[in-house]
């Protein structure tokens, strides 16, 4: 079991940056990912890490402006976020998968555990 709790979220103006955490706890997962959701949309991707190698994917939405990283130490999952538009606000999501890196990184089936999320607004 991997228990993961979201933190960071809030308001924003148009170019402005946060830092969302996710703090995991139990055992430890192999790829932890970013998803939000906007309000009559689907759940979507952000970005990924693996756990040992920091190997990592963004979705074309965020890359070049968004930043995940991990920190052993504090089992902590960040999502740097910079040059915020508002069509990125959303509820973020952390979810971390078992079952190692293969081609479905992106897709949210692939993780078995969720954090709450937490909301990001940004304002134009």
């Known amino acids: 079991q991997v228990q993961l709790v979201e933190s960071g979220g809030g308001l924003v103006q148009a170019g402005g940056s946060l830092r969302l955490a996710c703090a995991a706890s139990g055992d430890t997962a192999t790829t932890y990912g970013w998803f939000r959701q906007a309000p009559g949309k689907e759940r979507e991707f952000v970005a990924t890490?693996?756990?040992?190698?920091?190997?990592?994917y963004y979705s074309t939405a965020v890359r070049g402006r968004f930043t995940i990283s991990r920190d052993g130490a504090k089992s902590t999952v960040y999502l740097q976020m910079n040059s915020l538009r508002p069509e990125d606000a959303a509820i973020y999501y952390c979810a971390a998968s078992t079952t190692g890196w293969d081609l479905n990184v992106a897709l949210a089936q692939k993780y078995e555990y969720w954090g709450q999320g937490t909301q990001v607004t940004v304002s134009s």
């Open positions: 890490i693996t756990w040992r190698g920091g190997l990592t």
